[in-house]
Nanobody
Framework: VQRMTESGGTSVRVGDSLTLSCTIQ??????????LGWFRQAPGQEREFVAC????????YYGDSVKGRFTISRETGNNMMYLQMNDLKPEDTAVYYC????????????????WGQGTQVTVSS
């Protein structure tokens, strides 16, 4: 059984900070070569890449719209992944999903094979 569960979404004001969590349940282990990522989807829009991380090295990669504001991290011992979001803007409003991806770096949702149900983040002025 593989399951991804997001949490931490809520309503915040412009400029606030928020941290999302992703719990990774797996029968085996998350391999160091794997890529895990955060995507988001606003109503009527395509799922958008936010950030991803190489599980073993912890190196993060970011979408242009969040670069410098968001930070992705992970706890390998607890199979947890996080998304620290600072200086939130109304355009950050979306359902945020965590996904378990391939071993090769990818920013495309179709490359990710396991998704959570999502957590809603709403940013208002």
């Amino acid at each position: 059984v593989q399951r991804m569960t997001e949490s931490g979404g809520t309503s915040v004001r412009v400029g606030d900070s928020l941290t999302l969590s992703c719990t990774i349940q797996t029968q085996g282990r998350v391999y160091s070569s794997e890529i895990l990522g955060w995507f988001r989807q606003a109503p009527g829009q395509e799922r958008e890449f936010v950030a991803c991380i190489r599980w073993g090295t912890g190196r993060g990669y970011y979408g242009d719209s969040v670069k410098g504001r968001f930070t992705i991290s992970r706890e390998t011992g607890n199979n947890m992944m996080y998304l620290q979001m600072n200086d939130l803007k109304p355009e950050d409003t979306a359902v945020y999903y965590c996904g378990r991806g391939p071993s090769s770096l990818s920013f495309v949702p179709s490359s990710y094979k396991t998704w959570g149900q999502g957590t809603q983040v709403t940013v208002s002025s």
